[in-house]
């Protein structure tokens, strides 16, 4: 079956510090989807990502998804207190891309004003 | 819309307590999930349903059940519980149409003594 590993497992950083956070697959991933939880709540969707080499940006956070499509990487850019959380990678269970998602394990990230 | 929404927030029940968690979504979304969350193990999918009338089972569906009467309501039902069921539950709906995003509900933190 298909997994979803996330790495670090948990970062701390200085504020303004820049960042990356990789989830890697060991099959193609057809839809790669990034998600933001803040401690106790939800999940707050960030960016999805379907065609190789694409890239993102919202903010201060950019998303790529590599040209073989089995790695994704979330990049913070001068980072702030705001942006600690959790943040998790989601894919397609298929081609569709309107099944359920499955998950990565998730990377904390704290930041230190 | 109210989007996703999850009854009750907290919830603390003794081992072999039935409880019935609540989630409902305005969206007219076709799928919807029931995942949990744990230390470590990012979020595991239990049920889910691709419609109304129509449910399959997760990656952890022992001792859970669901049903999907409506489009709206996906209810999980913990039948005896377990401490090892203790989680955080969150309900997510998605519409049946390629490569969009899935919406969460804010969880229910459940502890079973």
């Known amino acids: 079956s298909q997994e979803l590993e996330q790495s670090p497992q948990s970062l701390i950083v200085q504020e303004g510090k820049n960042l990356t956070i990789n989830c890697t697959s060991s099959k193609t991933l057809y839809g790669l989807y990034w998600y933001k939880q803040k401690y106790g709540e939800g999940l707050i969707f960030l960016m999805m990502?379907?065609?190789?080499?694409e890239e993102k940006s919202h903010e201060k956070i950019t998303a790529k998804l590599d040209e073989k499509k089995q790695q994704s990487s979330l990049h913070i850019t001068a980072s702030q207190p705001s942006h600690a959380g959790i943040y998790l990678c989601?894919?397609?269970?298929?081609?569709?891309?309107?099944?359920?998602?499955?998950f990565g394990t998730g990377t904390r990230l704290t930041v230190i004003p | 819309n109210a989007g996703v929404t999850q009854t009750p927030k907290f919830q603390v029940l003794k081992t072999g307590q039935s409880m019935t968690l609540q989630c409902a979504q305005d969206m007219n979304h076709e799928y919807m999930s029931w995942y949990r969350q744990d230390p470590g193990m990012g979020l595991r999918l239990i049920h889910y349903s691709v419609g109304a009338g129509i449910t399959d089972q997760g990656e952890v569906p022992n001792g859970y059940n669901v049903s999907r009467s409506t489009t709206e309501d996906f209810p999980l039902r913990l039948l005896s519980a377990a401490p090892s069921q203790t989680s955080v539950y969150f309900c997510?709906?998605?519409?049946?149409?390629?490569?969009?995003?899935?919406?969460f509900g804010p969880g229910t933190r459940l502890t079973v003594l």
């Open positions: 990502l379907q065609k190789g080499g």
């Open positions: 997510a709906s998605r519409l049946a149409v390629s490569y969009n995003e899935q919406f």
């Open positions: 989601g894919a397609d269970r298929d081609q569709t891309g309107a099944n359920n998602l499955f």
